[in-house]
């Protein structure tokens, strides 16, 4: 498997990836939306490819907080992996590859809406104990925070995700 960034090619494959994967279009409108944002960073669209093929794609785009914060803070989503390709550490070793490349950029936090079974592997906390909050009702048992580094304090507030989210 290889990972690598995004290119112009993989619109396409990223957008089968994320309909497949998710059973609907929400999330490959998502990432079209996002690529043509302010938020969009294009070191942190990444594909997986296995024998030519795009199989898995994660995307970090930046968010904001509310009170304002000087920490450079990320979303990760979404996360996709082809259905026939799961359970096979493809999507683990795209969070990986993702958290290492914002960290090597200087970002610092890193908030998710995920699975609370899957995401704790990685480092990441319940976003409640730092005292973050998300827009999105009913997500707090799913909202995650990390900091990609040591000494790197998570600052409380109401992060503000890119207007692509809401759409």
């Not at 998502?30 to 997986?48: F, G, M, N, Q, T």
Request: zero cysteines; charged letters at 25%; aromatic letters at 8%.
């Amino acid at each position: 498997m290889k990972l690598r960034a995004e290119g112009p090619a993989d619109v396409g494959p990223v957008d089968r990836v994320n309909r497949e994967a998710f059973g609907q279009l929400d999330e490959a409108l998502i990432v079209a939306r996002l690529r043509v944002s302010d938020a969009y960073i294009p070191e942190l669209s990444i594909v997986a490819e296995e024998s030519g093929e795009v199989v898995g794609h994660i995307l970090f785009t930046r968010v904001e907080l509310d009170p304002p914060t000087e920490v450079r803070m990320i979303s990760l989503a979404p996360m996709a992996v082809l259905p026939e390709y799961q359970r096979r550490g493809i999507g683990s070793a795209m969070v990986r590859r993702g958290l290492e490349v914002a960290n090597g950029l200087g970002e610092e936090v890193v908030v998710l809406v995920g699975h609370p079974e899957y995401y704790p592997r990685f480092g990441f906390e319940p976003a409640s104990k730092f005292g973050l909050t998300n827009p999105f009702p009913g997500t707090e048992e799913a909202f995650f925070a990390t900091a990609l580094r040591e000494g790197v304090d998570i600052p409380s507030g109401q992060v503000v995700y890119p207007p692509e989210f809401e759409a």
